[in-house]
């Protein structure tokens, strides 16, 4: 076994790799960017070593060589795929803690993998030439444009109609270039109602290879997984032994070594109709599930693996028990289209009797810079009913101020009828309607003044003139009236009857309790307050620092995210009519269209392409003709 492994990674995942490794007794070692020196992960690693990028292929190998390391573990992400980073690390006299090249390399490229599996025995969905698809009839419809080199959802656009094919080409390739450095592209036939099940395998260097079963991973948003349970609540013994024989004839076959994933597209009704998608050659993000309900450490499996030891396990010995779920916590805007989201983490509660892999901690800046993921709560039960209670449980004990995640949109998707019965597949996410928030403005406008009211009233000393209850020398309380605007939506006016304060208690610093209305968290930054309760979290203004931002409907588009421009479709003069393109942004790898919110004149472009722009920055007016 190693003694001393660098982690080519950042957040949950490093600080997740770490804990193995020291439950090992293995030294980690940290690379690490300017902007991530105060990180989770540098402080809980043995060393570390700055690097210019987490890219940086070259820095990264000489940091393993500096530091001593034997070997590095990608995690995964950045370098994890990438067969040139694998024979350098060879070259260096480091091991790879992954598949070899030529396995990851095949597998990197769909089109060749898809060609793979074909010839291994498992079924492949039918693909189209770009001049197959554009002579094709409205009845090939809908299908799947997907990057050749890509994952992760990126560089893929369904296509509905022949008149969309173009722009889908045009958009999957500019997205593929961007996040793979490779626009090739392939497509393929869509199935509208579908699944999205995958098997774990793991296989040493002596020939063994076994599969852990399934995960479920339907539940996904712009083909990206938000939540992933294993098993599948839809899988039989019969399918299970199948699709598990599949994955290992298909592992076996490209030589593969280490921990993979074959994925399969299935028909929502009949899962038994299923098609092999791609086989991604690393450790999954919800890799946990697995770990739960098999009893393993997935890292460990790995390690040791790397290391030429035979897998301490026969597929005879693998058993699964029990269910589990995982639920990614993005910082992102549910209400604003998922929008990501910025900020500095003011306060931060976790669950009690979950697992919580984590990238942030109090005093955390989250930015643009990277994956949105901030955390992956990940719990277990004796079925899958008790635990997605346990879900909804611990969701409601994670709590974010300064920075809006998906936790309350999550809660809810949670709780669906649909989602709960097990009947869900790949477009269920798209098509739910969350409804309005359990608790709407003007009762958040009322929590932050008790809470803000009773926070001054705990803290400062007061004589009878400095009292915040409303007491008169009359012997009168009066109330407090309150403008706020809440989640930068319009102004709120409320009233709080002095003897609401009455109802609250104070829990410590920046926690209180209201009657009837259970506890909350509250924290401050410059002008801004920001008030959680059950996993929920807003953002609360003075109204009048927003009545700049109230004029913005009047034809004046500004970013509503940090990013690049992408494109400017629009020129100053043009007509336009609402809804059309003006400036395309692109922020985490995701393309913004923000267009004309009324018919008129593009006035002024004020960005360019390339321009790097801030939240909140004005790009482009819109006058109304005359």
Known sequence: MFSRVLIANRGEIARRIVRTLDRLGIESVAVFTEADRPAPHVREAG????VGSYLDLEAIIGAATETGAQAVHPGYGFLSEN??????????GLTFIGPPPRASELMGDKIAAKAAADQAGLPVVPSYTEAQAAAAGPEAFPLLVKAAAGGGGRGMRVVNAPDELDAALASARREAQAGFGDNRVFIERFLSRARHIEVQVVADRHGSVIHLGERECSLQRRHQKVVEEAPSPVVSSALRERLGAEAVALARSSGYEG?????????ADDPAEHYFLEMNARLQVEHPVTELVCGLDLVELQLRIAAGEPLPLSQDDVRLNGHAIEA???????????L???GTVLAYERPAGAR????????????????????????????RAQALDRMQLALRHFNVLGVTTTTGYLRRLLADDAVRAGEIDTGLVERFDPGADPIDDAGVAVAAAMLTLADRRDRVPLTPFDRVDGWRLSGVRRPSWWRLTVGGRGPVEVEVPPQYLDMV?????????????GEWLLARAGNETWIGHGGRAWALRAADADAAQDGHADGELRAPMPGSVLLVPARAGQQVKTG???????????????TAPLDGVVAEISVAVGDRVAVDQPLARVEAPA
């Open 47 to 50: 060393s570390g070593a700055l």
């Open 83 to 92: 067969p040139a980073f694998a024979r350098a690390c060879a070259q260096a």
């Open 259 to 267: 921990a993979g994933t074959v994925e399969f597209i299935a028909a």
């Open 328 to 338: 990614r916590i993005t910082a992102e805007d549910a209400a604003r289209d998922f």
């Open 340 to 342: 990501p989201t910025t």
């Open 356 to 383: 919580v892999d984590d990238a942030i901690e109090l005093g955390s800046v989250v930015g643009t810079g990277f994956d949105s993921l901030l955390a992956k709560v990940i719990v277990h039960g004796a079925d």
């Open 505 to 517: 208690r104070g829990l410590g610093p920046g926690r209180f309790a209201i009657d009837g209305r």
């Open 580 to 594: 059309d393109p003006v400036v395309v942004l692109e922020s985490m790898k995701m393309e913004l269209a923000i």
